[in-house]
């Protein structure tokens, strides 16, 4: 007697769980395992952007949002938080804001402290130009962050004017970087995998 009884629980769970599957899957008989497989390439589909052909991004800072396009078109829009003092342009080193103007990824560092990130080209040639008018920067240094700028190399990095400006994880529910682009974990790993170095990529107020 007890063991008929187990044997129709065991049906009775076994073909509950298999009722609620065809049930989510517009009524498709789908067993568990399958369901899961299902699930996970349905996730994987989702994530993947490649390939694209010519990626660049236009974070605007107002909006607390980075678009990422594809030549003209508009692939994926994510939230994102600012500096710590996000309203304006970046001037100096240790202003907590976020910088404006053209720039191009210059590294894509898999070992983040904040999971992953792409290095922003701060300070460009505009930023530059500025901080040797405003003598935070010296004639050599402003001639060391022209000439990389214009190979698409790595500008200086240490400097008055600031640098080590990245998009990166960590979160974007508020504004709480250095200056930096946060993204929450999740958008930078798909980010990161979609974006190559030298990338285009335009920061509006």
Partial sequence: MKKAIFIF???????????????????????????KSINSMQNSERKSLLPLKNPRIIVKKK?????????????????????????????????GKTPEGEFYIFTKNPKSRFYLSLGVSYPNIEDAERGLKENIISKKEHDAIVKAISKKKTPLQNTGLGGEIYIHGGGSSNDWTWGCVALSNEDIKELFDAIPVGAKVIIEP
């Avoid at 629980?9 to 369901?35: S, W």
């Avoid at 078109?73 to 994510?78: E, N």
């Fill in 9 to 35: 629980f065991g049906c009775f769970v076994f073909f509950g769980v298999i009722f609620l599957v065809t049930a989510q899957n517009g009524g498709k008989r789908i067993l568990p395992d399958e369901a």
């Fill in 63 to 95: 909006e607390r949002k980075l678009f990422l396009y594809d030549d003209e078109k508009l692939i994926k829009t994510y939230d994102a938080a600012l500096g710590f003092a996000p309203a304006g342009d970046k001037e100096q080193q240790g202003d």
